[in-house]
């Protein structure tokens, strides 16, 4: 599935820029940004496990609040000045065309 590839390859440069973090973000700021990052693919993967559009709907939603946390602790990260990764938010509005387009698909799908 493209969708979960392009997810994953997000989750990639996640751990990647957090390695320079500040070590006394490492159960914080870091924790958190990776945890969400990995939810992405994660639920897209379980929901296209279940077995109804219905329930893939329900974690592809999930997987696209995952993805509005990821922004948002992203952009606090370019605040406080722990990264200069510049098109990570560029991956997140990517991200978030693939998931809202298969989620109108699946809403039409079920009319």
């Known amino acids: 599935m493209k969708i979960w590839k392009h997810a994953?390859?997000?989750?990639?440069?996640?751990?990647?820029?957090?390695?320079n973090f500040p070590d006394n973000e490492k159960y914080c700021l870091t924790n958190q940004i990776r945890k969400c990052a990995v939810s992405i693919p994660s639920n897209i993967s379980e929901g296209a496990a279940r077995k109804s559009d219905k329930e893939f709907l329900n974690f592809i939603n999930i997987a696209l609040g995952s993805l509005a946390e990821l922004e948002t602790q992203y952009i606090i990260a370019e605040r406080l000045k722990y990264t200069e990764e510049?098109?990570?938010y560029e991956d997140i509005e990517k991200m978030k065309s693939?998931?809202?387009?298969l989620r109108n698909y699946l809403l039409n799908k079920q009319k």
């Open 8 to 19: 994953v390859d997000l989750v990639e440069k996640v751990y990647k820029m957090t390695e």
């Open 86 to 88: 510049k098109t990570l």
């Open 98 to 101: 693939l998931i809202i387009g």
